[in-house]
């Protein structure tokens, strides 16, 4: 069974451009997740989509959204890009949501110059 | 927000001695769950405690929920080089809430 994948690995933005993140899921999960990880603050919880749907929202502004598509693969969004949104951008997909094993991709190098 | 705190941040132990890492919670949980993530790697799904006081072994790591469901931990017995890396726990308070992940202990193995 293919793992979870995103795309692209490594992605250099200048402040004020948009990124969209892409992400894969295990086949047969429905639920994505996708979480902000740098060296000062951990792994932060961005938001889940179940079915298409956003079941829960972490505590981002508004720059940060996603969607999920009907195939369950789900993109994000992040615009008008400041230094600090500079971080590794990890993807998860479980069966059920958290009450289930996350499965992580690879992530996202994200760079703001 | 829900925090858990996650100690010790960073351990370093000669190889063979053991290792432990604590996770904590002001609030009841309905679920915690363990990770770990190598060096450059992703987080990697360890292990998924549910009930109070329940105790799991795998190998060598032996995971415990506390009898409050507010604290948990993952004790390394004899460690090795292989087990290098980052452990993170995760919280969950009740069904359809997010997980929410510990800073991670930092662990550091010394031939």
């Known amino acids: 069974k293919a793992g979870v994948t995103q795309t692209p690995r490594y992605l250099i933005k200048t402040r004020g451009q948009q990124v969209t993140l892409s992400c894969s899921p295990i086949?047969?999960?429905?639920?994505v997740s996708w979480y902000q990880q740098t060296p000062g603050q951990g792994l932060q919880f961005l938001f889940e989509?179940?079915?298409?749907?956003?079941?829960n929202k972490g505590n981002f502004p508004g720059r940060f959204s996603g969607r999920q598509f009907s195939n369950s693969r789900s993109e994000m969004n992040v615009s008008t890009l400041e230094l600090g949104d500079s971080a590794l951008y990890l993807c998860?997909?479980?069966?059920?949501?958290?009450?289930?094993?996350?499965?992580f991709g690879n992530g996202t190098r994200l760079t703001v110059t | 927000g829900q925090q858990v705190m996650q100690i010790p941040q960073y351990q370093h132990v000669q190889e063979g001695e053991d290792f432990t890492t604590y996770c904590n919670s002001s609030t009841t949980l309905s679920n915690i769950q363990w990770y770990k993530q190598r060096p450059g790697g992703h987080p990697v799904f360890l292990i998924q405690l549910v009930k109070s006081g329940e105790v799991k072994k795998q190998k060598r790591l032996t995971f415990q929920f506390g009898e409050a469901k507010k604290n948990s931990s993952l004790h390394i017995t004899a460690t090795q080089t292989t087990d290098v890396g980052t452990y993170f726990c995760?919280?969950?308070?009740?069904?359809?809430?997010?997980?929410?992940f510990g800073k991670g202990t930092r662990l550091s193995v010394i031939a």
């Open positions: 998860a997909s479980s069966l059920l949501g958290s009450d289930s094993p996350l499965h």
């Open positions: 995760a919280a969950q308070i009740s069904g359809n809430t997010p997980l929410v």
């Open positions: 086949s047969g999960h429905r639920s």
């Open positions: 989509y179940f079915s298409e749907t956003q079941r």
